[in-house]
């Protein structure tokens, strides 16, 4: 399994500002498009998406079932209202990053952790074998 360890959306995902207003001005096509997009973002590294080129926009329309005008719509909308943001030539849904950095972070602790019991162990068994050899 790739991306996030859960989607990142609340309980009431379905109706969201955002929701609301791809699926009135896309229509359902549009709402598959937004979820899509949430999920191609939690399966690229670092949660971002290159679209700076208009190939790259060519390849995201594709992606997520929509013609280019619409993706733009799309991309606009999520942006006007916040689930996406733009900058040095990539898209990226805040919502995302944060819960990759969330992940990742949480991960780190896990390895930490298993770092610090795995040497404390190793420090008991050289203090249990120093004080059985003496």
């Not at 598959?32 to 997009?37: C, M, P, Q």
């Not at 790259?56 to 005008?69: H, I, K, M, P, Q």
């Not at 209202?81 to 944060?98: M, N, T």
């Amino acid at each position: 399994m790739t991306g996030g360890a859960y989607f990142p959306a609340n309980a009431g995902f379905c109706d969201t500002t955002v929701a609301r207003q791809v699926t009135r001005r896309l229509g359902d096509a549009g709402f598959h498009a937004y979820v899509r997009l949430l999920c191609l973002l939690l399966n690229e590294g670092g949660g971002r998406l290159p679209l700076s080129l208009p190939e790259e926009w060519d390849d995201l329309a594709e992606r997520v079932g929509l013609d280019g005008d619409a993706t733009g719509e799309l991309v606009a909308l999520m942006q006007r209202y916040g689930a996406l943001a733009r900058g040095d030539g990539y898209v990226y849904a805040p919502l995302v990053s944060e819960s990759l950095a969330a992940r990742d972070e949480i991960s780190e602790k896990r390895r930490a952790a298993g770092r610090a019991s795995g040497e404390a162990r190793r420090r008991r068994k050289e203090a249990g074998g120093g004080a059985s050899g003496s």
